[in-house]
């Protein structure tokens, strides 16, 4: 077994990422490279191969250090997805070793491994405090409002009385995403990703994104991004200003993109992860999603506890609870610079 460790992706990356069964879009080597492209942080391409030369497995990780958070390795950041890719438990096992001894040369305080799919022998602590809230779709647009009920069919007729405007495209409708995210991410009390990230975004995953936006009177109130891998499309971006949710806009948004999956013909729709019975969680479950259990593995480098770099940790939730009340013109201005560290 041998194990490459490189900057760049090798040319048979995406052929193998594409094969696996579990490969996702955020596995690809444009995805890898957004952190680079982004933020210009280190990136490391962990190939396993057989005696042939052929691949048998892939590990991406992104390099993350700060005074406030250490520095830790992540399969990867900003995504719920992106963990290690394997075609035998020895592959995986080479991997993993790998990427413990990368992260010892770069004086790594833990790595962090997101796997979508349980990993059997890899005799590391594991968290299972995150799911995945998955809806499979029906085959018709008909069949998806029988599907959903009549209580959410009067939500989402209810943003009738506010004559929204709906509009699909991609990197041109940047801007207005952006303004709408931004100041939801504020009302969370979580620092927002940059600008260019989302358009690093854009550019790396052309093919596979579309961006939504709801107006009123002209003006963006609610928005997201969807991304397709697989039978699968993903919303790991969405935010509605509170008038928005007031409106049932948010309702309407949340139609048109379950509407554009079942036209696009995917097998599932994706909202994206959540904390087990959390505010997103429920949300997300009155749709009809069931959670989908995500198995994120650990190497500790001094063990002790794992990390929790989110709200779930009381340390953040005080510091959320102090963002909030921040003006919004600070917080998206200091905000990127923080958000480039968080995984």
């Not at 107006?215 to 697989?230: D, K, N, S």
């Not at 949300?283 to 929790?308: M, R, S």
Request: charged letters at 20%.
């Amino acid at each position: 077994m041998q194990i490459d460790t490189t900057h760049a992706a090798p040319a048979d990356w995406n052929d193998y990422v594409c094969a696996h069964p579990q490969g996702t879009a955020y596995h690809r080597a444009s995805a890898v490279r957004i952190a680079a492209d982004a933020f210009g942080l280190p990136v490391y391409f962990l190939t396993a191969r057989n005696s042939e030369g052929a691949v048998t497995g892939v590990l991406p990780l992104v390099e993350q250090a700060s005074f406030l958070f250490g520095r830790y390795l992540v399969s990867v950041p900003y995504f719920t997805y992106g963990g290690m890719l394997a075609s035998s438990p020895q592959a995986a096992q080479a991997l993993v070793q790998e990427s413990i001894r990368v992260a010892g040369t770069r004086r790594s305080d833990h790595v962090e491994l997101r796997h979508s799919a349980p990993q059997s022998g890899l005799q590391l602590p594991e968290r299972l405090d995150k799911v995945s809230m998955v809806l499979r779709l029906p085959r018709t647009e008909t069949e998806l409002a029988k599907q959903l009920g009549s209580k959410l069919r009067s939500q989402i007729k209810r943003a009738e009385r506010e004559n929204p405007q709906i509009a699909w495209g991609g990197k041109e409708l940047m801007d207005e995403f952006y303004a709408v995210f931004a100041s939801g991410m504020h009302d969370l009390g979580t620092p927002v990703y940059s600008r260019k990230f989302f358009d690093v975004v854009c550019d790396a995953m052309a093919d596979l994104l579309a961006v939504i936006v709801v107006r009123v009177g002209g003006r963006a109130q609610a928005a997201g991004v969807v991304i397709r891998h697989g039978s699968s499309i993903e919303v790991p971006w969405a935010a509605a200003t509170e008038a928005a949710k007031r409106g049932a806009i948010n309702m309407r948004m949340y139609w048109e993109m379950l509407r554009y999956a079942v036209e696009a013909g995917a097998e599932t729709f994706d909202f994206g992860r959540s904390t087990s019975d959390s505010g997103t969680y429920r949300f997300k479950a009155q749709w009809g999603a069931e959670p989908v259990q995500l198995h994120w593995h650990y190497w500790l480098a001094n063990g002790g506890e794992l990390p929790k770099l989110n709200h779930s940790n009381p340390k953040y939730a005080r510091a959320a609870a102090l963002w909030r009340r921040m003006p919004l013109w600070w917080a998206n201005l200091v905000g990127p610079r923080i958000a480039r560290y968080l995984p």
